[in-house]
């Protein structure tokens, strides 16, 4: 039997609250939700983590390619979110002004601040090579992964 999509972000919801549940360490917990989000969600070609130090966003834990290391704040869908503060859930990459194309096959992005206690951490970027791939449950989804994140970090 397939999950609806909410149904599916129910699941995952408790495995990550029960991956992170107690654990402090921040990159032991982007690794394990990086793993988690590419193994349970559908469609995507890249999950991960880039970390804000010092007015650029290096790389951080991610399941996919090995992707661009350095995105200055401000710059493609993440630095736009990170700059922001602003979640983006992009239909079709290439009409994005400024996309950076990490990996030609990716049509689709979702990005989501991450924040440690009040301060911006960095952003959750997810791709899918399938335009149109995230809409709002997904987002609502993302977000309630973000927040178990930020709480088991803060
Ligand atoms: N496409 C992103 C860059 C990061 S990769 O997708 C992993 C952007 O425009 O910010």
Redesign the pocket.
Known sequence: MTLSKIDLYKEVTQQAQALMAGEKDLIANLANLSALMYMRLPELN?A?F?LLKDQELVLGP?Q?KP??IR?PLG??????AAQTGVAQCIQD?HA?D??????AE?NA?A?LPVYQNTKILGVM?L?SPQIGRFDQDDMIGLQNLVNILQDAIA
């Open positions: 890249w991960g880039y991610f996919g992707a661009c995105i710059r493609g869908v993440c630095g736009t990459v994005f400024g996309h950076i194309a990490c990996d990716s992005e990005v970027d791709d």
